[in-house]
């Protein structure tokens, strides 16, 4: 099975400011990639997905963007926070072709623009 | 268009008692089918999956779901609920395309009176 990592875990970042959030993967080789936000009381809003390095499909138009530098890497950035990018970000891997298969969720990472 | 409905927002059982979420879907193609379960502050886990065979399929923690093709329904069942089933469920659907893409539902916050 495969394990997700994510960092950090929290965060809280002025408006305006940069944002860099990380995601691993252990166990797979080239896997498919996710990036969820899900804002408080909410269901999971699926920001990015990616089936191969450098290769990016966005589902929402914002001011957020993704990088695969590597294979088993994901990033989510921002260049200038605002207020609504407050929520908890999950990033999921599912194995590479895998419509079959199940996504593997990392623990997220929470984070409060102020 | 495809989607995931989640009719309960929260439901509140006894420790003990049965339980039932419910999940109506609507998708093109064939479903495969998710549930997966989420605590407070952490990412999520997968509970069961359906995608193809015998439509009662059993899960983790001792959950169980039906998929039903004539209701578009997939069902969450629980016998004897335990006070650690507190938490917040996803139903989703997939399976259209090799890029693994789910949808979720909203989700149902399950709490557990002693």
């Known amino acids: 099975s495969q394990t997700i990592h994510q960092w950090p875990a929290t965060l809280v970042q002025p408006v305006g400011s940069p944002l860099s959030l990380e995601c691993t993967v252990e166990g797979t080789s080239n896997p498919n990639l996710y990036w969820y936000r899900q804002a408080a009381g909410r269901g999971l809003q699926l920001l990015f997905y990616s089936v191969g390095i450098g290769q990016i499909s966005s589902e929402v138009p914002q001011n957020l963007s993704a990088s695969r530098p590597q294979d088993r890497q994901f990033i989510l950035s921002s260049k200038k926070l605002l207020l609504s990018d407050s929520g908890f970000y999950l990033c999921?891997?599912?194995?590479?072709?895998?419509?079959?298969?199940?996504?593997?969720f990392g623990p997220g990472t929470r984070l409060t623009v102020l | 268009a495809q989607s995931v409905t989640q009719p309960d927002i929260h439901i509140t059982v006894s420790e003990g008692a049965s339980l039932e979420l419910r999940c109506n879907y609507s998708?093109?193609?064939?479903?495969?089918l998710f549930w997966y379960v989420q605590s407070p502050g952490q990412g999520l886990q997968l509970l069961l999956k359906?995608?193809?065979?015998?439509?009662l399929v059993q899960g983790i923690k001792g959950f169980e779901a039906e998929f039903k093709r004539s209701q578009s329904s997939f069902n969450l069942r629980k016998p004897s609920v335990h006070w650690s089933d507190a938490a917040e469920y996803f139903c989703?659907?997939?399976?259209?395309?090799?890029?693994?893409?789910?949808?979720f539902g909203q989700g149902t916050t399950l709490q557990v009176k002693p």
């Open positions: 989703a659907v997939g399976g259209s395309s090799n890029t693994g893409k789910l949808i």
């Open positions: 359906y995608f193809s065979g015998d439509t």
């Open positions: 999921a891997s599912t194995l590479a072709g895998g419509f079959t298969d199940t996504q593997y």
């Open positions: 998708y093109g193609a064939t479903p495969y």
